[in-house]
């Protein structure tokens, strides 16, 4: 292949990428002939320099390198050579960055160095810890996009930079930019230093480390935390509802039914048919009121699991059919707007000292969204820490579930850096958790939580079902471990809670609350954990999230009849109180 042609195939793999970066298009032959030939030349144009605090000590997060231009004559924005590769020192993901640092000692070296760790007469396990405390400073993430491409793989990827490329510090006014680069025909990622301006012989290099974040904002002294300290004690922390347009943000464009079509009616004598797209109603609802059908058109029940959205038309079209979703459902099933339908149902405005150490309500755990309540938060932390109260936070996306992409932590300058890997809420760690005894369980006493389905049948006079614990084994066993805590008692609690969620997003029409429609029916997993409060007395439920078209398979293992009961409660009427208990 010519020349010409290989220049080619290397744009058509990575002209998206380089726009997208916003690497000027006159670099782009220099970068491909370097990436060809391998050239790292960034040490011949500039200098790594530690730089000399004299007697003084260097005080926390002040720099300990900088890099200059040496090359004579400096270097020119406008000349297409100056573009540099940087290599990667270290590659990880945070759930494994401990594993790789206990795996390559060498790695532990180089990077202590870097961050002026001391290792001295220091366990390799203490110096490990503070290179994943002080990594924050230091790394940049990417993630990987495309089709065919797992939501486990997109999850972020972290990076540190080798010495030189680490050390460009921070500058408000930068003079260079440095953005990754996957180079795709051989698999391997490196970031591409170059200028924005022309920089002289002897000057320092600077890049923003928070680019498109306006100056002279709180938002952006909220990023630079990592770097630069500032105190935010005295921002408030107080959370308002959103707005309409913050509901709609992002969201798939959704219709209400029309509210003068009749509910539907069927004839009792046949049974309903049943269209489902999820594989476990199709194997265990068996019960004889019920048919399964293959065709959508057949059905007087859709059981979806993709989202539903046209409800005038649905109304209107098809006024006998049922679908298993309601309008705008997605308040309670995306973490962040959860939190906001919950905050409605607070039994009080809370003064900012009394809101530091009091939830409200007291069964949903402190939320921030780190979007649009970024200062908020970073005040609620600061204040909270200034008062030496605990401050380990759980960090979630708004719509991923099992367990994708959450940290635990107490570190802010962590928290801030995750903030920018994608939409996330901050939700206070459940600080002290009612624990149940597995003897096979190395440390015996564990945390849990706990999944309940709640059943919708109705919005507008709300009318909604908790599915009882029928887990005898867990049931018995925590007769045993708290005889003063009837489960009885706990559940009923449950259901109290339930119901102000529930009248939280109800309270409200759409898009911020459910919307009301007579053709829909819908089941949610709720997931919930138990805390102790007043100084160990009282156990209070927490919720932490609920979900759309949950996973039932184990339930459906254990209790073969799950899907009957269900559907004869949503679609019949038929209430078990045995299975049910009503919330609403």
């Given amino acids: 292949m010519d020349g010409l042609n290989e220049y080619d195939t290397f744009l058509a793999a990575h002209r998206p990428q380089l726009q997208a970066s916003g690497v000027p298009e006159h670099f782009w032959p220099e970068l491909f002939r370097k990436l060809k030939h391998q050239v790292f030349d960034a040490g011949n144009v500039f200098s790594l320099l530690l730089i000399d605090y004299g007697e003084e000590e260097r005080a926390d997060g002040e720099p300990i390198w900088t890099v200059a231009v040496s090359k004579e004559g400096g270097i020119r924005a406008d000349q297409p050579g100056e573009i540099y590769l940087v290599d990667h020192a270290w590659t990880f993901r945070s759930d494994n960055a401990r594993q790789l640092l206990n795996e390559h000692p060498p790695l532990v070296n180089r990077l202590a160095i870097m961050m002026g760790i001391e290792q001295e007469e220091v366990p390799g396990t203490v110096v490990i810890a503070r290179i994943l405390t002080e990594v924050w400073k230091w790394c940049n993430m990417y993630s990987l996009n495309g089709e065919g491409i797992s939501v486990e793989n997109r999850m972020p990827i972290w990076y540190v930079m080798d010495e030189l490329g680490s050390g460009i510090r921070h500058g408000d006014s930068p003079n260079c930019r440095v953005v990754p680069f996957i180079h795709v025909s051989e698999q391997m990622t490196y970031s591409l230093l170059f200028p924005i301006e022309d920089i002289d012989e002897g000057d320092q290099l600077f890049r923003d480390y928070v680019e498109g974040v ?45 509210p003068e079509v009749a509910p539907p009616l069927f004839d009792g004598n046949s049974p309903l048919k049943v269209y489902s797209e999820y594989e476990f109603v199709n194997r265990y609802l068996n019960d004889p009121a019920f048919e399964i059908v293959d065709n959508a058109e057949e059905a007087d029940i859709l059981w979806l699991t993709t989202h539903f959205k046209q409800y005038r038309e649905f109304s209107q079209t098809t006024p006998n059919k049922y679908v298993n979703q309601f309008p705008f459902e997605n308040v309670i099933t995306i973490k962040d707007l959860l939190s906001v339908v919950c905050r409605r149902m607070a039994t009080k405005k809370c003064a900012d000292d009394e809101g530091l150490l009091e939830a409200n309500p007291k069964w949903l755990p402190v939320t921030y969204n780190l979007k649009t309540e970024l200062v908020e938060f970073v005040s609620y932390f600061q204040n909270r820490a200034q008062k030496g109260l605990d401050n380990h936070f759980i960090i979630k996306p708004w719509n991923l579930a099992r367990g994708l992409d959450m940290y635990i932590t107490k570190s802010l300058p962590q928290i801030m850096r995750l903030q920018q890997t994608g939409p996330k809420i901050a939700q206070k760690y459940i600080e002290h958790p009612v624990l149940f005894d597995r003897p096979e369980v190395e440390g015996g006493r564990v945390k849990f939580d706990i999944r309940y389905v709640v059943l919708l049948k109705s919005v507008d006079e709300l009318s909604a079902y908790l599915r009882h614990m029928k887990c005898e084994e867990f049931l018995d066993q925590w007769a045993v471990q708290y005889p003063k805590h009837a489960w009885e008692n706990i559940e009923a609690d449950i259901c109290d809670m339930l119901k102000e969620v529930l009248q939280g997003a109800t309270r409200v029409g759409p898009p911020c609350g459910i919307g009301a429609s007579a053709q829909s029916r819908a089941l949610y997993a709720v997931d919930l954990m138990l805390e102790w409060t007043n100084a160990g007395t009282t156990i209070q439920p927490k919720i932490l999230e609920m979900n759309f078209t949950p996973d039932c398979k184990r339930a459906c293992e254990y209790y073969p009849n799950f899907y009957n009961d269900i559907f004869n409660l949503l679609f019949l009427d038929q209430d078990n109180p045995d299975v049910f208990r009503k919330i609403a």
């Fill in 214 to 258: 306006p100056s002279d904002t709180k938002e952006r002294e909220c990023l630079l935390l990592p770097w630069e300290y500032s105190s935010l004690v005295e921002e408030s922390f107080t959370q308002k509802e959103a707005s309409k347009e913050y509901f709609l943000a992002g969201h798939i464009e959704e219709s209400l039914p029309d």
